[in-house]
């Protein structure tokens, strides 16, 4: 029984894995099951078997992207025993570190909020308790702190969109940045690891925590 479950996981996973290489090269329109089921090592009712649609594929890819991401950006700011400047740090590297992990992820999202509307609301739906708890929190402590004169009064909203903004930016225009940039780094990931590291402090400065 052990080995049946085992081999099922694996299936899974390679199924999940060759699909979301599927829907991040082609996107949701150009996504082929058959392609996937290829790409898996699995016949195509194989796959049907385990996800039934495509549809049901790219929900489970998507929402399980969308609870990682919240999953580390939670375990860093939503952490109480370190204190807000470090928390914020963290939550900036940590969000930066996902998405140079997953380098297609930004650029994929635009394309489906552009080309299929309808997506977003299931994007909406997977982040809104995330996002909800997680600013809910931040506010008040950013309330706290100001309210003794330890940072500036922000709001939490325009700082978690600064902080996805700057993160998401030098991946989604990296064509671009490399060509203005031209030689002067070694590597495009040398640019990258200074360019988290001036993310972090820009958004400090924003709050100017001391």
């Given amino acids: 029984?052990?080995?049946?479950?085992?081999?099922?996981?694996?299936?899974?996973?390679?199924?999940?894995?060759?699909?979301?290489?599927?829907?991040?090269?082609?996107?949701?329109?150009g996504a082929?099951?058959?392609s996937i089921a290829e790409a898996a090592g699995v016949t195509h009712a194989m796959l049907h078997y385990y996800f039934r649609t495509k549809d049901k594929l790219f929900e489970r890819i998507l929402a399980e992207k969308i609870n990682m991401l919240g999953d580390i950006i939670l375990s860093a700011i939503g952490d109480n025993h370190l204190p807000l400047e470090d928390r914020i740090r963290q939550g900036v590297e940590r969000h930066f570190d996902f998405i140079s992990a997953n380098r297609d992820l930004p650029r994929f999202i635009v394309n489906e909020v552009l080309t299929r509307p309808e997506h977003v609301e299931l994007m909406k739906?997977?982040?809104?308790?995330i996002v909800s708890n997680l600013l809910n929190s931040l506010q008040h402590e950013i309330d706290e702190y100001a309210a003794q004169g330890l940072c500036r009064p922000v709001d939490a909203r325009m700082l978690l969109i600064d902080?996805?903004?700057?993160?998401?930016?030098?991946?989604?225009?990296?064509?671009?940045?490399q060509g203005a940039i031209g030689d002067y780094y070694e590597s495009y990931d040398e640019f990258l690891a200074l360019r988290k590291k001036e993310n972090v402090e820009t958004v400090l400065r924003k709050l100017k925590i001391h």
């Fill in 1 to 29: 029984m052990d080995k049946e479950q085992n081999q099922s996981r694996d299936t899974e996973t390679r199924i999940l894995q060759a699909a979301e290489k599927e829907f991040f090269e082609k996107g949701y329109i």
């Fill in 32 to 34: 082929r099951t058959a």
């Fill in 125 to 129: 739906q997977n982040t809104l308790h």
């Fill in 163 to 177: 902080i996805v903004s700057l993160n998401v930016f030098p991946f989604m225009a990296a064509p671009i940045i």
